[in-house]
Nanobody, 115 residues
């Protein structure tokens, strides 16, 4: 069973930064576009942004210009650099393939932005 492992979350103040990581198996990672998702308390999980196999990226409007997705194919790892964090960014962050989130969800990593 393919695993997705997210890490790097934590508690940060408004305006701060965090860098999340997502690791999965090499065959899956290299063959797929990948995406970051998040689920805030009481809300549905939503797409944050994605990165293509060759590194093209796109983001939802609320995070565009603040978040950066990158990938290191040699390490089977995707990153989410989050800057100028806002309280509304508080959520559990997940990674998965894109489109369609075809893999079983990992445990996610909690990001809490406090004021």
């Amino acid at each position: 069973q393919v695993q997705l492992v997210e890490s790097g979350g934590g508690l940060v103040q408004v305006g701060g930064s965090l860098r999340l990581s997502c690791v999965t198996s090499g065959s899956i990672f290299s063959a797929n576009h990948m995406a970051w998702y998040r689920q805030a308390p009481g809300k549905q999980r939503e797409l944050v942004g994605y990165i293509s196999r060759i590194g093209n990226t796109d983001y939802i409007a609320p995070v565009a210009g603040r978040f950066i997705i990158s990938r290191d194919n040699a390490k089977n790892t995707m990153y989410l650099e989050m800057n100028r964090l806002k309280s509304e960014d508080t959520a559990v962050y997940y990674c998965n393939t894109h489109p369609g989130a075809s893999l079983s969800w990992g445990q996610g990593t909690q990001v809490t932005v406090s004021s």
